[in-house]
């Protein structure tokens, strides 16, 4: 079966956002929802359930509904997320407690949860079920992973496997979710939905290590976010969990130090921890991993029934997402 290139993948779950959204009454319940979808955003989820669904031979048209409903949920995490974090921004655009007020917010938030299960319901009742199992679980993964994520601001002796959990949960589930839901639709064998499901939680948790990574030292003019906001927030990241761990005595001193307050002025502060990420060897560690869950993800490739021409799409899209600077 043909496949389509990502940005062809990009424009037609677009497209369907568009045709499926209507603003109706009340206008403060539903303009959010709207809002927060249309800011853009690289869509990846969403595209990987489309893309998934004719890696196994049907088309993408098939997969929409549920790529939707991946989109749905995650925008509706990510308003939540906000509130929870007090973000004044997301992608560049006021958020929508900001421009709106937090009880609006929860409460689009809310509807986003029920509108993303809407979609399912346009499938028959085996695939919707099959794919209802999977988002339920899914989305309670996601709470656990955001829960853990705050509980780990306050704790000083968060260890590394159990920040690898955290990602998993709050940010790879959803991302091995949304290709599995393409494998569910394409009523594919349970050992290829597995297996694509494994490729998508490998590439999900390179993902976030290499957001962990870009966010230290990621280039300020394609990164999209503030560079260094970790380090302001002082977030215990896998780059300063692997400095903790291998840096001389006065470095890592000096580092829990810097974690402990906040400034008003962070140019220095910035530049310190950078410096200890780089020479503990904790950014040459990052990117170590980084590499290592991207060869993971591609080993579950070989085990899987299709054809090599397919095996190197998913291949180069992994390829892509390691060599991205945004």
């Not at 929870?84 to 009880?103: I, Q, S, Y």
Request: some cysteine; glycine content about 4%.
């Amino acid at each position: 079966m043909f496949m389509h290139a990502l940005s062809q993948y990009q424009e037609f779950v677009t497209e369907y956002l568009k045709s499926q959204l209507e603003v109706k009454e009340p206008k403060n319940l539903y303009e959010p929802i709207h809002y927060i979808l249309h800011l853009g955003g690289k869509r990846i989820r969403p595209v990987l359930t489309v893309m998934s669904a004719e890696i196994f031979d049907v088309s993408y048209e098939k997969a929409l509904p549920a790529a939707l409903a991946v989109e749905v949920f995650h925008n509706f995490s990510l308003v939540h997320d906000d509130i929870m974090d007090d973000a004044p921004l997301r992608r560049g655009n006021v958020t929508v407690h900001e421009k709106w007020d937090t009880n609006t917010a929860i409460l689009s938030g809310d509807a986003m949860l029920i509108l993303a299960y809407q979609y399912f319901e346009k499938y028959e009742p085996v695939i919707f079920q099959a794919l209802a199992k999977l988002f339920s679980k899914t989305a309670l993964e996601v709470c656990e992973g955001q829960q853990w994520d705050v509980d780990f601001e306050t704790r000083k002796d968060v260890t590394i496997p159990e920040y690898l959990k955290m990602i998993e949960y709050k940010t790879a589930v959803l991302v091995a979710a949304a290709m599995k839901m393409g494998a569910i639709i394409a009523q594919t064998s349970d050992e290829n939905a597995n297996l694509i499901y494994e490729f998508g939680l490998n590439l999900g948790l390179a993902f976030q290590l290499q957001d962990d990574y870009l966010d230290a030292f990621g280039d300020p003019e394609t990164f999209g976010k503030q560079v260094g906001g970790d380090i302001i927030e002082n977030k215990k990241t896998y780059l300063y969990l692997k400095a903790m761990e291998f840096a001389n005595g006065i470095d890592r001193q000096e580092l829990a130090d810097l974690f402990s307050i906040q400034m008003e002025e962070n140019e220095a502060k910035i530049t310190q921890v950078k410096e200890i990420f780089v020479n503990s060897g904790a950014s040459a560690a990052t990117k170590k991993a980084i590499a290592a869950y991207t060869f993971k993800a591609f080993d579950t490739l070989d085990k899987m029934n299709i054809d090599e021409q397919k095996k190197q799409i998913l291949r180069s899209f992994g390829e892509n997402l390691m060599g991205r600077k945004v």
